[in-house]
């Protein structure tokens, strides 16, 4: 519903009239007739056309074009020197080659148990341990005889003693009265249908389609790229790739390293002991406690609950009489008039002009492409390329030699230790024997990865 902000809203009238006037007016009076200042922002009119736009900008006007040339140099033909490389380097003429021996193990060899002589089983713990006889001790547990009292209990609690039945006084209902439904059937009006005017709407303007016109011009469908692009003649480059050796498939006959220097360890069998067998105990088991022999059961009777008793339920009737429902007063309110207003401006008559000032003003003209000032193509060379290099006719294969350090296993050594700078050191994996002697000594091999 509408609500006036004049009018108060509340039951109760205070007798004090509302001011509608803000502190802005009252401290802010007027001066007369007084203008705003003009604004000095220019207005926005329409310039007329005043004359035709040349498409030559100062760029194409101080522009000449000058004819470009490519300096081409001729190629010098390869003559190889005579003569043999030195490929001794600095390295090899001053470093000494030195006998390097194995590095001996610090770890002390390990001993193996040859000796057929019987293991004492007998650990220090069951040999020095000794069995108490020791006595059961004694309860230190007071006993104290439990002993019902004969008479009954007689002591009310605080809240016996503290607590006052009272009737139970029912609130009054604030409810209002039942107010009656208005008869008759159901009013449906409403200021929009009783207020719309139903005007008739004229047809839509539709545009005509405007029908294809082919070109009478050919299609030029030749790109840049292959109006100018010419491909130059040559052969095909040869591969740098070194001419792959045929291996030999006959089978591999004689003996590896691993089985020259292999040579198996005596190994004895482990023995195994056999463990001492679970005897269970004969005598029955006390499961009696302290607590179960010394323990006195008693017969104690539940505790009475200290409930109130329920209160009386009252037969009175009841008074559903509030402030509300005696204060309250009905407005008498009466429907609100329309308050849409009539229209002013007028809708125009007539047919709808679509032409627009940029149709009426647009003059076509025909556009005229730039020239194009890409360089003329340079012409190719007859002679065929050479493709090869000193590194290609020189080059001489050389064999891998592999790391221990990347796969010390596959390789047959074991890792050793690591210095402090972070090197590590490993040997050989199979063992040679020292003499007559049955203990073996590793050749160590000092490798670094």
């Given amino acids: 519903r509408h609500r006036c902000y004049h009018e108060p809203t509340k039951i109760y009238f205070d007798g004090v009239q509302p001011r509608n006037k803000t502190e802005y007016v009252e401290n802010y009076t007027g001066y007369g007739n007084v203008c705003p200042p003009k604004s000095f922002k220019p207005k926005a009119e329409l310039q007329d056309h005043r004359a035709t736009m040349e498409g030559i900008s100062t760029f194409k006007s101080d522009y000449l074009p000058h004819d470009v040339t490519t300096p081409s140099r001729a190629q010098a033909e390869y003559r190889p020197k005579s003569g043999t490389i030195d490929l001794g380097t600095v390295y090899q003429r001053d470093y000494s080659p030195h006998k390097v021996a194995p590095v001996t193990l610090v770890r002390p060899l390990q001993k193996l148990h040859t000796s057929d002589a019987k293991v004492d089983t007998i650990p220090t713990y069951r040999d020095d341990y000794r069995v108490w006889n020791c006595q059961r001790a004694e309860s230190c547990k007071v006993e104290h005889l439990y002993k019902p009292p004969s008479e009954k209990f007689g002591n009310p609690s605080t809240f016996q003693d503290d607590y006052i039945p009272r009737q139970a006084n029912p609130p009054q209902s604030c409810k209002p009265c039942e107010s009656k439904l208005p008869g008759g059937p159901f009013d449906s009006n409403t200021t929009q249908r009783t207020a719309y005017v139903v005007h008739q709407l004229e047809p839509l303007f539709v545009r005509p389609r405007a029908r294809y016109k082919p070109s009478d011009q050919p299609f030029e469908n030749l790109t840049t790229h292959q109006r100018d692009f010419k491909g130059t003649p040559g052969e095909q480059a040869k591969s740098c790739k070194p001419e792959s050796r045929n291996l030999s498939t006959d089978p591999f006959k004689g003996t590896t390293e691993f089985q020259d220097r292999y040579q198996p360890w005596l190994v004895t069998t482990p023995k195994f002991y056999k463990p001492r067998e679970y005897v269970p105990p004969t ?13 006195i059961s008693h017969k104690v009777p539940p505790v009475a609950p200290i409930r109130p008793a329920p209160g009386k339920k009252t037969l009175a009737p009841f008074h559903g009489k509030s402030t509300t429902r005696e204060d309250f007063q009905p407005w ?46 340079a012409v190719p060379h007859a002679i065929p390329f050479k493709d090869e290099t000193l590194y290609h006719t020189e080059y001489i294969p050389k064999k891998p030699q592999v790391c221990p350090g990347l796969h010390p296993g596959a390789l047959g050594y074991v890792y050793v230790n690591t210095d402090s700078q972070g090197h590590k050191f490993y040997r050989k994996a199979s063992p040679e024997r020292s003499g007559s002697n049955c203990n073996t000594i590793p050749k160590e091999v000092a490798g670094v990865s």
């Fill in 283 to 295: 005598d029955k088991m006390d499961l009696n406690s302290s607590n179960r022999l010394d323990y």
């Fill in 332 to 377: 008498s309110v009466c429907r609100q008039g329309n308050l849409k207003k009539e229209e002013q401006i007028q809708k125009p008559i007539g047919k709808f002009s679509n032409l627009t000032t940029f149709r009426s003003h647009y003059i076509p003209h025909q556009p005229n492409p730039p020239q194009s000032f890409k360089p003329l193509p």
